[in-house]
């Protein structure tokens, strides 16, 4: 019998269920996640970006999601200007290539709030299933002067119009791989990782894509 994937809005009173999802995963899959050059011991991983994996209205939405009753992945969408947001998804280590990050990301756009946002995310390059997960659900990548880095959009259309952008998505995702996104804008310097992106024309506001205010000491 196929085990359901129960997905809830969290907020403070699921502090222990996601530091159990951050423990659930490996140093190397937070390190991807996060895009951490170091050490990425699950409970510093927490402890440094709580803040940002339980951030709620006004600043944004956390989804979890569970498996048998387990925490098996958490979606964050964050927005600092209405209009424009940033996504980004975990899934430990033991749920992963299981549909967690689909179901996650489709329940977000489902829920009708952000029709004609446009939605951001940063993932690791050669992180091949975020990669997937992205192009698959409507994302086109978009260049970037940051090295090891791969950035994608997607302006969220209505629900109605859904479907089609990521049937044609999943059609296109082997020609967007043979196109060039991972190539550097034309003329980057690739020295510059602190300028601003091709393509955003306003500055990274950190090395793990999380927005700063919600950075420890904020």
């Known amino acids: 019998m196929t085990t359901v994937i129960e997905i809830r809005e969290a907020g403070e009173a699921d502090r222990e269920c996601v530091g159990a999802l951050v423990a659930a995963c490996s140093p190397a899959g937070l390190r991807r ?36 009753g387990t925490p098996a992945g958490l979606l964050n969408f964050v927005s600092e200007t209405p209009g424009d947001g940033e996504i980004g998804i975990l899934v430990a ?10 179901a996650l990301s ?35 990548p978009v260049p970037t002067y940051e090295r090891g880095e791969r950035d994608f959009t997607l302006v969220v259309p209505a629900w109605a119009t859904m479907t089609d952008v990521m049937k044609e998505a999943a059609d296109d995702e082997d020609a967007a791989r043979a196109d060039g996104a991972q190539r550097r804008a034309p003329g980057a310097d690739p020295r510059c990782r602190g300028d601003r992106h091709a393509g955003r024309g306003r500055p990274r506001r950190s090395p793990a894509g999380v927005p700063a205010a919600l950075l420890p000491g904020r």
């Open 106 to 140: 489709r329940w977000l756009w489902t829920a009708g709030r952000w029709p004609g946002w446009t939605v951001r995310a940063t993932v690791q390059a050669g992180n091949a299933g975020a990669e997937a997960l992205l192009l698959r659900q409507g994302f086109r």
């Open 33 to 68: 996640r996060f895009g951490m050059g170091g050490p990425a011991e699950p409970a510093e991983v927490f402890r440094r970006y709580q803040r940002f994996l339980l951030a709620g209205p006004p600043d944004g939405v956390a989804l979890l999601a569970f498996r048998a």
């Open 93 to 102: 280590d033991a749920w992963q290539r299981q549909g967690i990050g689909t």
